[in-house]
Structures are given as structure tokens and as C-alpha cells.
């Protein structure tokens, strides 16, 4: 059974920096791309990045939100993916989840989420 464990939520101030981390379990890691998303209250889920499984190559959503700001990278040994947030602003307040989608099955599991609260 697939799981996904976020870490690394918190209060922090506005031009502050937090490194999301997405553990994974229960299968062969390098099969899945991984994407983080998250949703704000009363707003719906958006995409924030991903990662592929095969070669690690990386996709970002609204670049105006998070352009040059956040980084997505993956480390295979670890069976983890890490999300860098720098210079966060309070619109990123937002519960961020992690979700692993099995390559040619398109089978997705989701994380429970981390909440990240960005103060002004």
C-alpha cells in the first residue's frame, strides 16, 4: 500500500523560507512522478509543482505564484520529495499535499498534508 507522509509545515513570516519534504512507501519510488499541491481556505486544490519518476525532470504551475521562488527536487535514495520555499508570502498560506501518480496506471495517492502559514 502506497503512503505519503508531508513534513515540515509551519508559522512563518512573510519573506521567510520552509523545505516541504514528502516521504514515500509501499512501492518502487522511481516508478512514480510526485506533485505537490495545495489548497487554501475556501479555494480549490491548485497544483504547485512536480517531479518525474524516470528522469527527475520538473513541471511548475502558475509561474506568476511561485516562479523563482520554489524548487522541487527528489532524492531516490531517500525515497523523498522536497519542495524549497523561499521568499514566502502570505498567499501561500495554504495546506500543501503531496500526491504520487504511478507512471502508465495514472493510479494517484494523496499525503494528509502540512500546513504552512505565512504571516504578514
Known amino acids: 500500500q502506497v503512503q505519503l507522509v508531508e513534513s515540515g509545515g509551519r508559522l512563518v513570516q512573510a519573506g521567510g523560507s520552509l523545505k516541504l519534504a514528502c516521504v514515500f512507501s509501499g512501492d518502487t519510488f522511481t516508478n512514480y512522478g510526485v506533485g505537490w499541491f495545495r489548497q487554501a481556505p475556501e479555494r480549490e486544490r491548485e497544483f504547485v509543482a512536480a517531479i518525474s519518476g524516470s528522469d527527475g525532470t520538473t513541471y511548475y504551475g502558475d509561474s506568476d505564484a511561485v516562479k523563482g521562488r520554489f524548487t522541487l527536487s527528489r532524492d531516490n535514495a531517500k525515497n523523498t520529495v522536497y519542495l524549497q520555499m523561499n521568499g514566502l508570502k502570505p498567499e501561500d498560506t495554504a495546506v500543501y499535499y503531496c500526491?504520487?501518480?504511478?507512471?502508465?496506471?495514472?493510479?494517484?495517492?494523496w499525503g494528509q498534508g502540512t500546513q504552512v502559514t505565512v504571516s504578514s
Open positions: 500526491k504520487a501518480r504511478r507512471d502508465f496506471s495514472g493510479d494517484d495517492y
